[in-house]
């Protein structure tokens, strides 16, 4: 048949050819991808903030244990005074000593304990017509003998203080006139039934040794506070020995330290993250007791 054998054009059935970054195949790859990249990116993030928690606890918990361990260093040198102390009011109190042997008694406490710069025993008289006792020894072998000199122990307040009391207690820092113009901490103990008070004087500087080499570790900042809060030693410029660190506070705006001096006067131990006002930093502050001598360290690390 005529024209059976004509080819019949064949229409192109396969339309626009799909551009390769419209594939499905692309597309899946560049989701896989993008998926993957957020989890890692997750996985970074979350292991950084467990590093740097890791890292901030860290360094809090070593803040804490160096206070700690310094508030402990600095007790058990108070703690051998306040011995020391018991044992020679008991000896003054029990052994009816001559005025001679009381004065060699100090003597011999000042030169043996550690830490002593001098001690003092005052000894109302045991019977009328009896005489009265006050002198101090100093480890220098100074000798004042506040009844010659006409001073009044009695009018002091320090005095009053201690016969009234029923433990020892240590005074805040003073500086020492008897003692020949240096600063000194004292601890004050009285002596049974009202008899008088014997007390032994500790250089201020011995005081503050077992926590000022902490000041040069880098970063820290390091307060001692004496029981009614004087400052004794601080890396804070200019407030040791003049301040109460409430007094610092009110004055500075130091407010973020508020609490640590509440911690201080209240004899317990605390711990805070906070923001310094001073330096904008964080700062992890520690708050230590030294031990029940109503002293108490302050140690700040950013």
């Not at 109190?93 to 004065?103: I, K, N, Y």
Request: proline letters at 4%; aromatic letters at 8%.
């Amino acid at each position: 048949m005529a024209g059976a054998d004509s080819e019949v054009p064949i229409a192109d059935l396969s339309g626009e050819r799909v551009r390769w970054y419209h594939s499905l195949r692309t597309r899946i790859a560049l989701w896989s991808g993008l998926l993957t990249l957020l989890f890692l990116l997750a996985v970074t993030l979350a292991t950084a903030w467990y590093l740097r928690r890791e890292i901030l606890d860290s360094a809090q918990r070593d803040t804490r244990a160096t206070t700690i361990e310094a508030a402990g260093r600095l007790d058990d040198r108070l703690r051998t005074l306040t011995i020391a102390t018991g044992n020679l009011a008991r000896l003054v109190a029990q052994a009816g000593l001559e005025p001679a042997q009381l004065q060699q008694a100090q003597a011999a406490v000042a030169e043996s304990v550690p830490g002593t710069a001098g001690t003092l025993v005052v000894l109302e008289p045991s019977a009328p017509g009896a005489s009265a006792y006050a002198r101090y020894v100093g480890r220098d072998g100074r000798v004042r003998d506040f009844l010659a000199d006409g001073y009044d122990i009695r009018d002091q307040a320090w005095y009053q203080r201690t016969v009234a009391a029923r433990d020892g207690w240590w005074s805040e820092p003073y500086l020492n006139r008897t003692a020949g113009q240096v600063w000194m901490a004292t601890y004050n103990l009285p002596l049974p039934g009202g008899q008088g008070m014997a007390s032994i004087d500790m250089l201020l500087e011995d005081v503050v040794a077992p926590v000022e080499s902490l000041a040069h570790l880098p970063g820290m900042r390091v307060t001692l506070l004496a029981p009614e809060g004087t400052v004794a030693f601080s890396t804070i410029a200019g407030i040791a020995l003049r301040d109460t660190l409430q007094a610092y506070i009110d004055q500075s705006a130091r407010h973020d330290l508020q609490w640590a001096a509440n911690a201080a006067r209240q004899r317990s131990p605390a711990h805070l993250a906070h923001q310094d006002n001073e330096t904008g930093q964080l700062r992890f502050t520690a708050v230590e007791p030294v031990g029940d001598s109503g002293w108490a360290l302050l140690v700040g690390q950013t």
